[in-house]
């Protein structure tokens, strides 16, 4: 990923947690072609489809470890031939204990 790509990544991840945690939900459901929209990516959409490349965004492996960094854990299912069609990013622990708190807050 290069330095361009890594920023716009960057950019759409931390403004995806900002509208979650507005919104107070805790993850969010997104297809690739959504995501690959959202991020104005540059990487081929061979590539985004690929299981690899979410394994390596869900392992947190640099380069593709934005998402890791923004606070996202990250869940996919691949179908028969490998490929991904729709990619689930939670909130890691860190920020659902933050949402909570403010959820809490709202309750008292």
Known sequence: MTVGEKARWKNWADGLRQQM??????EVTKSVEAITTETATTKAKSSLRSARFWRACQLGEV??????TAGFEID???DERGNVGEVTLRLNQTWRTIQDHVLARKQA
Do not use: G, R
């Not at 945690?21 to 805790?26: I, P």
């Not at 380069?63 to 890791?68: E, R, T």
């Open 63 to 68: 380069p593709n470890d934005v998402l890791s």
């Open 21 to 26: 945690m507005t919104s107070l939900k805790a």
């Open 76 to 78: 996919f299912q691949q």
